[in-house]
């Protein structure tokens, strides 16, 4: 059951709505933050994340648990993205 959008981050449920709107699995879906308690809502989700957080708040620990951690979104790489779909696209 997916909790209330009442429930804010930390608490996965906006993102696990937000899948579920769209019809794709939480283990497919990559998650783009800048705050921790966001990193720590697409985790609980079981969805891979990119955070970029701001500088201030970059030795948070929460984005250690981010699939990458970015100063900018320039900073993402093709090879990067590609590898982060290779692990979230479905077993065959």
Do not use: N, Y
Request: charged share 20%; with cysteine; proline share 8%.
């Amino acid at each position: 059951m997916i909790a209330s959008r009442s429930s804010g981050k930390p608490h996965p449920a906006v993102f696990l709505t937000t899948a579920a709107r769209l019809g794709a699995a939480p283990q497919r879906c990559l998650v783009w933050e800048d705050a921790a308690a966001g990193v720590l809502a697409a985790k609980a989700g079981s969805m891979a994340c990119i955070a970029v957080p701001e500088p201030s708040d970059a030795h948070h620990p929460a984005f250690a648990l981010a699939d990458l951690v970015v100063g900018s979104l320039c900073d993402v790489e093709d090879a990067r993205l590609d590898e982060l779909a290779r692990v979230t696209a479905p077993a065959s």
